[in-house]
């Protein structure tokens, strides 16, 4: 038995009749960029965040880089982001003429701590980026506690948290400006590059509306040094449709997460930390184990296909090396450790129990 890690085709088969008919309303409008498509996914998913906009743009990489331009922090001001965050948070900092400030996460949640937070702030401080991990938001009530006590800006990289609730409140709804990827894996997934930042504030919807289309809010009038970053109208309509489905794929991987807790054995596994306050939307399955390396062969010979996020951290990355010089021993243990397992729309109840019974045996 074969049991892929993931499988874009087969996740989006189901909706492939639905795909065409959108393709073909799409292709008939004869309208390609910034449209009602567009329009239309950005109210919904404004909707859904509980949040007053949303902004459609290309990546979720440029959701985290417009955001912190158009809040205006002050350039080679440092912003907060844990260790252990993919290279993207790290980058965009960097690409908005900021200064990331590392910082170790929590050795459970695997998402940044808090008291942590508290430790690296000084007078250079000027906002704090939470990165929601594997889909479970972080502890955005003392994180806000202290971005208010200390008068900083709060970005959240909502990459991997669609729909991940504290006490009720949806990521993407906490911070000031607030990014979203929608990378085909992502639980809203589009057929390609995408993304979109959520806000409460009129005023940042206003500038990052310009900023996307090259700083422009009237063709060949510029306000701002903007960038090409729209959201395309296909893949809108694309996301239009599927954000009616996010309920049920979040719904359909809780329940696979919970074949895991059920079944694999936690004297072999370290499992992710469940909380009553937090609803996780299991973006990816991520257990520890000191032997990852060899565990991820055996289960590669036995047909189960897995994927490390991440293998290394940013601060060990070639390209960034020379900017960080303290060591991060939390987070160096994470990246030996983790390995993502199977847990898609695609798969079973009974293709997760196979997956758990192979692990068992290891």
Not at 94 to 102: E, F, H, Q, S, T
Not at 131 to 149: L, R, S, T
Request: proline share 3%; glycine share 6%; charged share 25%.
């Amino acid at each position: 038995m074969k049991i892929p890690y993931e499988n874009l085709a087969d996740i989006n088969k189901i909706y492939h009749d639905d795909f065409l008919k959108t393709f073909k309303e799409f292709l008939d409008t004869g309208y390609f960029i910034l449209g009602k498509e567009v329009s239309s996914f950005e109210e919904s998913f404004a909707r859904y965040c509980d949040v007053q906009h949303s902004v459609g743009l290309a990546s979720g990489l440029d959701g985290l880089i417009l955001s912190l331009d158009a809040l205006e922090l002050v350039k080679g001001g440092e912003v907060i982001v844990a260790a252990n965050s993919y290279v993207a948070s790290v980058l965009s900092i960097m690409r908005a003429g900021l200064v990331p400030k590392l910082v170790e996460p929590d050795d459970d949640t695997l998402n940044i701590c808090p008291k942590n937070i508290k430790a690296a702030i000084n007078n250079k401080t000027v906002a704090i980026m939470p990165v929601h991990m594997y889909g479970k938001i972080c502890d955005m009530k003392e994180i806000m506690n202290i971005a208010n006590d200390h008068g900083l800006k709060v970005v959240e990289d909502c990459a991997q948290g669609h729909g991940a609730k504290l006490d009720g409140k949806i990521a993407g709804s906490w911070g000031d400006c607030n990014a979203f990827s929608f990378y085909p894996t992502k639980n809203l997934g589009a057929l390609g590059d995408a993304g979109a930042i959520t806000t409460n504030s009129e005023k940042l919807k206003e500038k990052i509306s310009a900023l996307r289309n090259y700083g422009s809010h009237q063709k060949y009038y510029n306000k701002y040094v903007g960038y090409n970053s729209r959201l395309d109208e296909l893949q809108a309509a694309f996301l239009n449709f599927k954000l009616k489905k996010l309920d049920e794929l979040n719904a359909h991987k809780r329940k696979l997460a919970q074949i895991y807790f059920e079944n694999l054995n936690t004297d072999k596994f370290r499992l992710p930390v469940v909380d009553a306050r937090y609803e996780d939307v299991f973006h990816i399955f991520a257990v520890r184990i000191n032997e990852r390396n060899k565990f991820q062969e055996y289960l590669s010979k036995n047909g189960i296909g897995t994927i490390i996020h991440y293998p290394i951290p940013p601060h060990n990355q070639e390209a960034l090396s020379e900017f960080f010089t303290n060591e991060y021993p939390v987070t160096e243990k994470i990246h030996d450790e983790i390995i993502s397992l199977p847990s898609s729309f695609m798969h079973s109840e009974d293709d997760i129990k196979y997956v758990c019974d192979i692990c068992n045996n290891f």
